[in-house]
């Protein structure tokens, strides 16, 4: 009966072993699609390269029009006599031999011409003017408009304030060139109106205005973001909305961002240092690149997110869930991550040395190359972690309370390393009195 119990035991954990395959990897295909789906603003990234690849195709192009035009001059210069003839009919030299009736027509119709060609060259000018005249009305109207906006920016009604916000987001759909300049406004406004003190517009929930939200959700729209960088660094934006916005390269130093909402939000490269995130909400977020050194990260949520690469050093995780994450070559060196999920996470090549891993669940977790030297593995369940090996295990700091594969459970490395460990511990307490 034993025997049969542990075959069912076996045969249970193999079907949710598959069972959890299946879904990272249908999990894996949809973030991938919509990773390849993203069409962000063309302003809002790096174009050096692209620029200097279109600057190489100008070179190539004037050098190829500058060789036809060398090669197409001097005939078009002996052309020109029978392009004269061929254009006023009086100059040709048949011209005299024509009857006075038929050279009166001819005379009529190349008058004719004439006129009609110098009544089109008119009609083109006409046009051409019309279209400047429009284009300085036009530019005169934004202009009105963004006065007007900016004038009741500064209203004591608040919802006077946020229409004013929705002004301006017009004013960038209409007026792309306007994009900087807009951005530069609501970053002062921003910076103005959420560094005033808890006794001024912010309330006792600890909740942001509308105006201040309002702003920054147009500041990070992926589809008006301009190229101007964005500083919301020392800033107070508790519960703040971020939903799928682009902030890319975003200063977001020291700020405090208690309890924000950043599902489906766009971080690549964005600089989070020392930043307040306690109960942040980072589901599906893009973190590649991140920098997080010292951020606080208590009971932070980032199941399905992208952090490969993120820099990620002495951030307190305690508590967070990291469920079906990408770590992959993550810098998470003196981390402080007790009873962290990082169950189907992606830890292949992560740096955990030195990290407090105490509690930590790794239930189906790739930790191929990771490197766990000293880190703190008491009462970390690796049970089920995948790609681990004795080698990083006696590097580690494992205790008899950590939750070891059963191979590697009775490794004798494994078991000298924590018989190790255990006596450091006993030494450092002291001699009980």
Same mark, same amino acid.
């Given at each position: 009966? /034993? /025997? ?60 190829? +029009? ?37 050279? /009166? ?34 530019? *005169? ?74 702003? +920054? ?110 770590? /992959? ?28 891993? =105490? ?41 008899? =309370? ?20 255990? *006596? ?10």
């Amino acid at each position: 009966m /034993a /025997a049969l119990n542990k075959w069912r035991g076996l045969v249970d954990r193999w079907r949710q072993l598959v069972t959890e395959q299946v879904a990272n990897h249908l999990t894996e295909r949809k973030r991938l699609r919509r990773k390849r789906s993203w069409r962000p603003a063309r302003a809002t990234y790096p174009l050096g390269p692209l620029r200097r690849r279109r600057l190489l195709i100008n070179l190539v192009v004037g050098l190829f +029009l500058t060789q036809l035009l060398w090669n197409w001059i001097p005939g078009a210069i002996r052309s020109v006599p029978e392009v004269v003839h061929a254009l006023i009919p009086m100059t040709r030299g048949n011209w005299s031999s024509l009857s006075d009736s038929v050279q /009166a027509t001819v005379e009529g119709q190349f008058r004719l011409a004439l006129v009609q060609s110098l009544a089109a060259a008119g009609a083109a000018l006409a046009l051409t003017y019309t279209a400047r005249t429009y284009r300085l009305s036009y530019r *005169g109207q934004v202009t009105e408009r963004f006065s007007k906006a900016l004038e009741r920016l500064g209203s004591e009604e608040i919802y006077i304030r946020v229409g004013a916000v929705h002004a301006l987001e017009q004013i960038l759909y209409d007026a792309p060139g306007q994009a900087e300049p807009s951005a530069q406004v609501l970053a002062s406004f921003v910076r103005h109106r959420s560094s005033l003190p808890t006794g001024g517009d912010i309330p006792e929930n600890n909740q942001i205005p509308d105006d201040v939200q309002a702003a +920054l959700t147009t500041m990070t729209r992926i589809n008006i973001r301009s190229s101007w960088p964005i500083d919301l660094s020392s800033l107070c934006l508790p519960k703040d909305q971020f939903q799928f916005a682009d902030l890319s390269e975003v200063n977001i130093r020291d700020c405090d961002l208690w309890a924000a909402r950043f599902f489906g939000a766009r971080l690549i490269r964005a600089d989070l240092t020392r930043a307040q995130c306690e109960e942040a909400n980072f589901d599906q977020a893009d973190l590649e690149r991140a920098v997080m050194d010292g951020t606080d990260l208590h009971r932070t949520w980032f199941r399905h997110a992208d952090l490969t690469g993120a820099f990620m050093a002495k951030a307190f995780l305690n508590w967070s869930h990291f469920e079906q994450a990408r770590l /992959a070559g993550a810098f998470l060196d003196g981390a402080v991550a007790h009873r962290v999920l990082f169950d189907g996470a992606d830890l292949r090549g992560a740096r955990l040395s030195g990290a407090d891993l =105490s509690g930590a669940w790794f239930r189906g977790a790739r930790l191929d190359n990771a490197d766990l030297r000293d880190a703190n593995l008491g009462e970390a369940d690796l049970y089920d972690a995948q790609g681990i090996t004795v080698e990083q295990i006696v590097c580690a700091r494992p205790t008899s =309370s950590t939750h070891l594969p059963w191979s590697m459970k009775k490794d004798p490395l494994v078991v000298a390393r924590i018989n190790e460990v255990e *006596g450091e511990l006993r030494g450092s307490r002291g001699p009980r009195s």
